[in-house]
């Protein structure tokens, strides 16, 4: 079984789209899926999940859809932090925290401080997320660290290299899943996905279920990875 699984959740604006709602209504929806998602890694026993919520270019949208965005899925977020102690959840905001608003900042604090010591699956949730930025960010913090004499940029490595990236020194994702019909990246992990298998999916995010998940896994267990040999 794989041990890292990302997500691309694209489609719950056009979802609403289809069903006459507004756009946050389809963001509701989609949080139905990202329950079903979690629930099937805690079954395969999948250690990383990491999903796309905000991109730094989301900040392009209404000031209706990100004021959701960014209070209600947090407020949802530190809701449930029972729920993911009792199964054991550990939570990480992953982004330019910078661009938060202080009061979700706060809740994002106290949902990751929270959720620390749980073990079973490690749920990376990309906020106000950007892969570019986030290898800047990472270069950035590699110079100071040299400047300061706390690394030899002679023994710089990719592992090393993780270190100072915000998603840190984790399993690159084996699957990266898109949903919603389109064939990019969109800034999503550049520096983790080198070797991913990428599966674009002709089916919007709320539309998802595990049953798409588990032909994924079929056919990439199915499959042979080279890594250029």
Not at 93 to 112: A, H, T, Y
Not at 205 to 222: C, K, M, R, S
Request: net charge neutral; glycine share 6%; charged share 25%.
């Amino acid at each position: 079984m794989i041990k890292h699984l990302a997500c691309i959740m694209d489609g719950n604006r056009r979802w609403a789209k289809q069903q006459n709602r507004m756009p946050w209504d389809g963001h509701s929806e989609g949080v139905k899926t990202v329950k079903k998602v979690v629930n099937y890694c805690l079954e395969k026993n999948i250690e990383y999940l990491t999903l796309y919520l905000f991109s730094i270019e989301n900040f392009k949208r209404s000031a209706e859809e990100k004021k959701y965005l960014f209070s209600v899925i947090a407020q949802q977020a530190e809701l449930e932090v029972p729920e993911y102690n009792a199964k054991g959840i550990k939570i990480r905001f992953v982004g330019q925290r910078d661009l938060f608003p202080e009061s979700v900042i706060q809740m994002c604090n106290r949902v990751e401080e929270q959720t620390a010591h749980n073990t079973n699956l490690t749920l990376n949730l990309l906020f106000c997320y950007g892969g570019q930025q986030e290898i800047v960010a990472g270069v950035q913090r590699c110079v100071q660290a040299a400047q300061a004499g706390e690394l030899d940029v002679s023994q710089l490595s990719i592992e090393t290299m993780k270190n100072y990236l915000w998603m840190g020194n984790i399993p690159d994702p084996e699957i990266v899943i898109r949903t919603g019909d389109c064939a990019r990246l969109s800034n999503f992990l550049l520096f983790y996905v080198a070797y991913s298998q990428l599966y674009f999916l002709d089916v919007l995010w709320p539309d998802l279920t595990p049953e798409h998940i588990d032909q994924i896994i079929v056919e990439f267990n199915g499959g042979k990875r080279n890594f250029g040999k």
